[in-house]
Nanobody, 122 residues
Framework: QVQLVESGGGLVQAGGSLRLSCAASGRTFSMYAMGWFRQAPGKEREFVAGCDWSGGNTFYSDSVKGRFSIARDNAKNTVYLQMNSLNAEDTAVYYC???????????????WGQGTQVTVSS
């Protein structure tokens, strides 16, 4: 089992950047594929970015490709989401999640953080 805690959210102007962090507890962090999801008010939770256990393979939703970057540091039990060129449509609660397999669907992820709010002002 793994517990996840996100940080780094906040208010940023359009065009700006933020880096989210997700700290994991437990000694088995490197066993999990990791993902970032987001959920805006009134919308379903959507996949943003994911990586395999090593971080060597990464994948993104079309809406963030080229702007966001996922990375992990297994020595620090942490996964990051670097977000650049933010726009108002990126406003949402961002969640990190851990899965036993590389996936884009929320149902494939067994463990979730509590989320961190990202608000982009236009």
């Amino acid at each position: 089992q793994v517990q996840l805690v996100e940080s780094g959210g906040g208010l940023v102007q359009a065009g700006g950047s933020l880096r989210l962090s997700c700290a994991a507890s437990g000694r088995t962090f490197s066993m999990y594929a990791m993902g970032w999801f987001r959920q805006a008010p009134g919308k379903e939770r959507e996949f943003v970015a994911g990586c395999d256990w090593s971080g060597g393979n990464t994948f993104y939703s079309d809406s963030v490709k080229g702007r966001f970057s996922i990375a992990r540091d297994n020595a620090k039990n942490t996964v990051y989401l670097q977000m650049n060129s933010l726009n108002a449509e990126d406003t949402a609660v961002y969640y990190c999640a851990a899965s036993y397999q590389v996936a884009r669907t929320p149902s494939a992820y067994a463990y979730w953080g509590q989320g961190t709010q990202v608000t982009v002002s236009s």
